[in-house]
């Protein structure tokens, strides 16, 4: 029983466009989210986290929002460029703080830039 | 600042062998967490370690899967008698003490067993 979901395996966007990846949770014990990029054969780079008690974190490039009541997040990458091909996974954690540690991961979502 | 570091990059293992994964977290981090991923999946995770002591390891299959970090040295996740079935990427983790939900990961240990 998946608890975070990305429901879209890939993501086709010209350059310069905005990219926009989902990701959907059902546990309402989560309470702080992050996105991670992963490169073939890498291990995934931390980009970006909100927690609960936001809606909208940014960091240059990229913005993640939160809705709560919907339990659902998304990540903006704007503008879009071809280095930022590569697989986003969404990850969810129970605690902020005080986590036990256990992230958990959705199957990720295949973006790829075209020039 | 050296970032998470694990070795082997790529391990071949028959089956029944034993297969050891390290991993040394960045400098200052206490705090250890291993995941897999196995093909077209996300990771999941396996266990939580701090120094000396195994906080979570829901994530750890029951039999022949153990990890360990010592107070000195890497941390070690350690599978015997492997199978075909543990054929995957295996990710180590680390977070400072009062940071610990933003993990750092590795580059991985690709175990293959033949």
């Known amino acids: 029983d998946q608890q975070v979901k990305q429901n879209s395996p890939s993501l086709s966007v010209q350059e310069g466009r905005i990219s926009i990846l989902n990701c959907d949770y059902t546990?309402?014990?989560?309470?702080?989210f992050l996105w991670y990029k992963k490169y073939p054969a890498e291990g995934p780079t931390f980009l970006i986290s909100?927690?609960?008690?936001?809606d909208k974190n940014e960091d240059g490039r990229f913005t993640v929002f939160l809705n709560k009541s919907a339990k659902h997040l998304s990540l903006h990458i704007v503008p879009s460029q071809p280095g930022d091909s590569a697989v986003y996974f969404c990850?969810?954690?129970?605690?902020?703080?005080?986590?036990?540690?256990?992230?958990?991961f959705g199957k990720g979502t295949k973006l790829s830039v075209k020039p | 600042n050296a970032g998470v570091m694990q070795n082997p990059r790529h391990l071949v293992r028959r089956r029944g062998q034993e297969a050891r994964l390290r991993c040394s977290p960045m400098?200052?981090?206490?705090?250890v967490y291993w995941y897999r991923q196995l093909p077209e999946e996300g990771l999941k995770f396996m266990v939580y370690?701090?120094?000396?002591?195994?906080?979570?390891e829901s994530g750890m299959p029951k039999e022949r899967f153990s990890a360990e970090f010592p107070k000195e040295g890497p941390s070690i996740l350690r599978i015997q008698q492997v199978v075909r079935g543990d054929s995957a990427a295996y990710f180590c983790?680390?977070?400072?003490?009062?940071?610990?939900?933003?993990?750092?990961f590795g580059p991985g240990t690709r175990l293959t067993v033949l």
């Open positions: 983790a680390s977070s400072p003490p009062r940071a610990t939900d933003t993990q750092y």
């Open positions: 546990n309402s014990m989560f309470d702080y």
């Open positions: 909100i927690s609960s008690i936001k």
């Open positions: 990850a969810a954690s129970p605690n902020y703080g005080g986590s036990q540690g256990n992230l958990i």
């Open positions: 400098k200052g981090h206490s705090h």
């Open positions: 370690l701090q120094k000396e002591n195994i906080i979570d």
